[in-house]
């Protein structure tokens, strides 16, 4: 049976509930926008619970601990149903009394778990060392990325203790979203199609601070001259700096 949620995490813990709530362990936990339907399967709508979430969440918590309890939203946060179910059956696990199965890596499930975690951590430390912000006239400073995968919940507290008082939004443009930090609250935002066609070219919302362009044309002038030609190594700068983050980097341009 397909379990359909609406794509949060709270919606994916109150399909890991309603599996031991109705007995249907033998479920599937999936979004809409990666359904297809299944002539021998049926499906079930779930509606999120906080309540029921939350339960699930310090259930995990009491059994595991509360940092491998973070790990099943670190491994959500990979979007796919595979990780998805690979999760779901831990946590089924785990609730029946089979609390050391994450350190079984001869599962599948744990393994595909591992993978997840191992990736998004990877990604959530290249988002930290990748972001640059640029300052807008009205002082307010702003980046946009394209992470693999949807690291920005967790990266929005680094940001927010390293840069605490000024304000600034990291954008995701990928899932359509950003964190924004004024300088008291982390508040999730989402910008329509006008306003991120703005951003991505600096015009009429966000035009950038003259002070702001000098410092972009220092910092390329300080990056060319310290490059020596000779130690060119692009495999080696490739494998720490990938291709795809190049486009938000000003030392690239």
């Known amino acids: ?64 601990g509360k940092n491998m309890a973070q790990d099943f939203y670190r491994a959500f946060l990979f979007e796919h149903p595979a990780v998805w179910q690979a999760a779901y059956y831990l946590a089924v696990q785990i609730f029946k009394g089979n609390k050391h199965i994450l350190s079984n890596f001869g599962n599948d499930a ?17 988002m930290k060392a990748f972001v640059r912000f640029q300052q807008s006239t009205d002082g307010l400073y702003f980046a946009v990325v ?32 950003g964190i924004y930090w004024d300088k008291v609250n982390l508040i999730e935002v989402e910008l329509n199609a006008g306003e991120i066609g703005d951003v991505m070219h600096t015009s009429t919302l ?5 002070q702001e362009e000098y410092y972009k044309n220092l910092w390329q002038q300080y990056f060319k001259s310290t490059n020596i030609e000779a130690r060119r190594n692009l495999k080696l700068h490739l494998k720490h700096v990938p291709r795809r983050y190049w486009k938000y980097l000003p030392e690239k341009n």
């Open 206 to 210: 966000v035009s950038l601070d003259d």
């Open 110 to 126: 744990v393994m595909k778990f591992s993978d997840a975690l191992r990736k998004v951590s990877r990604e959530r430390h290249r």
């Open 1 to 64: 049976m397909y379990y359909i949620f609406d794509g949060t995490y709270y919606g994916w813990l109150t399909c890991v509930f309603e599996a031991f709530e109705r007995k249907e362990f033998s479920i599937k936990p999936i979004t809409k926008e990666f359904h297809l339907p299944d002539i021998f399967a049926d499906d079930r709508v779930i509606t999120t619970s906080k309540e029921k979430a939350i339960r699930i969440i310090r259930g995990l918590e009491g059994h595991v």
């Open 146 to 177: 394209e992470p693999d995968f949807n690291v920005l919940p967790l990266i929005a507290a680094f940001f927010k203790n390293r840069y605490t008082d000024q304000s600034w939004i990291i954008y995701d443009l990928k899932r359509n979203y």
